[in-house]
């Protein structure tokens, strides 16, 4: 069990190590597209700004040549700074779906008369939103690069004994292992270490009478155990050959 949870960690981690570099040069290449809107934005607004104006007033005001590129820039930093700030909290809430306003039949019908452009100014929180969302999938990644590096240390760090042990003993069980039963089982292990590395195991179902493992996850550690053989349950609640 220890070898079979050394190999999974091991792989895992070397995953992450390899998955590291590419999210970080996407994220870079994130950045600079989110950068190119930002000035593509400011590009067309700016002349729509100087064509009205031109149009209305025959003003023909012309502004420095790299005041487009330094405005771009700070539309940029102004983005990054707002996720620096608070992240993507928020971006998943559409009060205008709820309660009384705009209904989808009336989208429905206003999408088909003039198209999906309506749907963003009917919609704008939701708009906003949703641009916010992908202007922010850079520095997502940027994180998530990180986040890797962090997990595939975590995983190096992690104590095989103390896990496999509580593995073992709850692969063994047909069913849960209480609560109350945990300080009498595994009193002796350090109880961080082991829930750290149980921690990283999708199958380990906490329930409000103790702790299980899913049905995936029993067969495999009875595979990596005994290669499928059928077990028995000593009195120890350790696995039995």
Same mark, same amino acid.
């Given at each position: ?15 992450? %190590? ?80 709820g309660g009384e306003g705009p209904s ?7 999408? %088909? ?18 641009i916010l969302d992908i202007l922010f ?31 073992? %003993? ?34 380990? %179902? ?22 499928g053989g059928e077990w028995e349950t ?8």
């Amino acid at each position: 069990m220890v070898q079979w949870l050394a190999g999974r960690f091991r792989r895992e981690a070397n995953l992450c %190590v390899v998955l590291t570099p590419v999210a970080f040069f996407a994220g870079l290449l994130g950045l600079l597209f989110t950068w190119w809107f930002c000035f593509v934005a400011v590009f067309l607004g700016s002349h729509a700004v100087t064509g009205l104006a031109r149009l209305l007033f025959d003003a023909r005001w012309k502004g420095s040549p790299g005041w487009e590129y330094a405005l771009a820039t700070a539309f940029f930093l102004g983005l990054m700074g707002e996720y620096l700030r608070r992240g993507t909290d928020g971006l998943d809430e559409f009060p205008e779906f709820g309660g009384e306003g705009p209904s989808w039949e009336n989208a429905a019908r206003l999408y %088909v008369v003039t198209g999906s452009p309506a749907l963003l100014l009917m919609f704008p929180s939701a708009s906003a939103h949703m641009i916010l969302d992908i202007l922010f999938i850079a520095p997502r990644l940027l994180r998530g690069a990180w986040c890797l590096l962090r997990h595939s240390g975590e995983l190096r760090t992690i104590p095989l004994e103390p896990v496999a042990e509580v593995l073992s %003993v709850l692969a063994s069980l047909p069913g849960k292992l209480a609560w109350d039963r945990f300080p009498q089982q595994f009193g002796h292990l350090p109880v961080d270490e082991v829930w750290r590395g149980l921690r990283m195991f999708q199958g380990v %179902v906490h329930l409000d009478g103790g702790l299980t493992l899913s049905a995936d996850l029993r067969a495999e550690l009875r595979t990596a155990w005994g290669d499928g053989g059928e077990w028995e349950t000593g009195v120890d609640g350790q696995f039995n050959d």
